[in-house]
């Protein structure tokens, strides 16, 4: 094995994290959804989409260097939030937790000389500044538009349509 058993399990640690933010994401997505925020719902299965591939992308990283794998259960996330602005706010202090979570793996790689790994979640600490940030700047327009949640639901829109071309 080309990690240590502690590296091991905090990686197994961070695989069962990406996969609860999924969940909390997929939650979100339903929330909007039922607010009739299709824009905003698919934004956040998007991100549902995306935490998912963190989540393989640890575990499949785990398998390469020898680890063993444990999956560990994802609990129930939250289903009930009273507008967009709880939501959203409640996605930007997830990413900031996953972040805090990326930079102690990261923190540990160094302790450990494990330059493979740390290399390998470079990545990560790039992506969760563009989690974060991107997070930030919805929470900001949200806070910004007020009872005008229809504003919101513009600019999603119109951002993830510029992101497709």
Same mark, same amino acid.
């Given at each position: 094995?080309?990690?240590?058993?502690?590296?091991?399990?905090?990686?197994?640690?961070?695989?069962?994290?990406?996969?609860?933010?999924?969940?909390?994401?997929?939650?979100?997505?339903?929330?909007?959804?039922?607010?009739?925020?299709?824009?905003?719902?698919?934004?956040?299965?998007?991100?549902?989409?995306?935490?998912?591939?963190?989540?393989?992308?640890?575990?499949?990283?785990?398998?390469?260097?020898?680890? @063993?794998?444990? #999956?560990?259960? &994802?609990?129930?996330?939250?289903?009930?939030?009273?507008? *967009? =602005? $709880?939501? +959203?706010?409640?996605?930007?202090?997830?990413?900031?937790?996953?972040?805090?979570?990326?930079?102690?793996?990261?923190?540990?790689?160094?302790?450990?000389?494990?330059?493979?790994?740390?290399?390998?979640?470079?990545?990560?600490?790039?992506?969760?500044?563009?989690?974060?940030?991107?997070? @930030?700047?919805? #929470?900001?327009? &949200?806070?910004?538009?007020?009872?005008?949640?229809?504003? *919101? =639901? $513009?600019? +999603?829109?119109?951002?993830?349509?510029?992101?497709?071309?």
């Amino acid at each position: 094995m080309m990690i240590s058993t502690t590296m091991n399990a905090k990686l197994n640690d961070q695989i069962a994290a990406e996969f609860a933010a999924a969940h909390a994401y997929l939650a979100m997505s339903c929330a909007l959804d039922r607010m009739a925020l299709k824009v905003l719902a698919q934004r956040f299965l998007k991100q549902h989409d995306e935490e998912r591939e963190h989540a393989m992308k640890i575990l499949h990283y785990v398998q390469e260097v020898g680890g @063993t794998v444990t #999956l560990d259960a &994802v609990a129930k996330p939250k289903k009930d939030y009273k507008n *967009v =602005e $709880a939501i +959203v706010s409640t996605a930007l202090q997830n990413e900031k937790d996953i972040t805090a979570k990326i930079n102690d793996l990261m923190t540990l790689a160094e302790s450990e000389k494990d330059y493979a790994t740390r290399s390998f979640l470079e990545w990560f600490v790039d992506e969760q500044v563009e989690e974060v940030s991107s997070m @930030t700047d919805l #929470l900001n327009v &949200v806070k910004l538009a007020g009872d005008n949640v229809l504003q *919101v =639901e $513009a600019m +999603v829109r119109h951002q993830m349509l510029a992101e497709k071309t």
